[in-house]
């Protein structure tokens, strides 16, 4: 079975959206426990949400991002095949400012 890509090594976890987050975003944690939101620039991922949309106050699956993952995501800008990703605004992913160096803001690297 296929999951366009996408191998899941901790399942998912439901959680309460803060607001509205689009499919393939991440997303970090939100002061209220087990809410998230749309993970922002510079900041860490939490997760992704996971094959489907969550409405803002609804529960969803939350892909929890752990080393080893390869999820899929949306991104800002053209990224091509072993650029070093940074989350970018709105829960997208954007490709590091030198795509070949990591830096302490990376989250992966594209496949």
């Known amino acids: 079975m296929s999951y366009e890509l996408t191998r899941y090594l ?18 970090t944690t939100h002061t209220v426990v087990n ?6 620039v510079g900041e860490a ?5 996971a094959n489907a949309a969550i409405a ?11 080393p080893g993952d390869i999820v899929r995501g949306e991104c800002s800008a053209a ?7 940074k989350p970018a605004a709105a829960g997208q992913i954007a490709p590091e400012a030198s795509v070949a160096v990591r830096t302490d803001v990376s989250i992966g690297k594209a496949l």
Do not use: K, N, Y
């Open 56 to 66: 803002s106050g609804a529960a969803g699956a939350v892909q929890l991002l752990s």
């Open 35 to 40: 809410q998230v939101d749309l993970c922002a």
């Open 10 to 27: 901790r399942g998912t976890e439901s959680m309460t959206a803060a607001t509205l987050v689009g499919v393939d975003l991440l997303v």
């Open 45 to 49: 991922p939490t997760g992704v949400a």
């Open 79 to 85: 990224i091509a095949i072993g650029d070093h990703l």
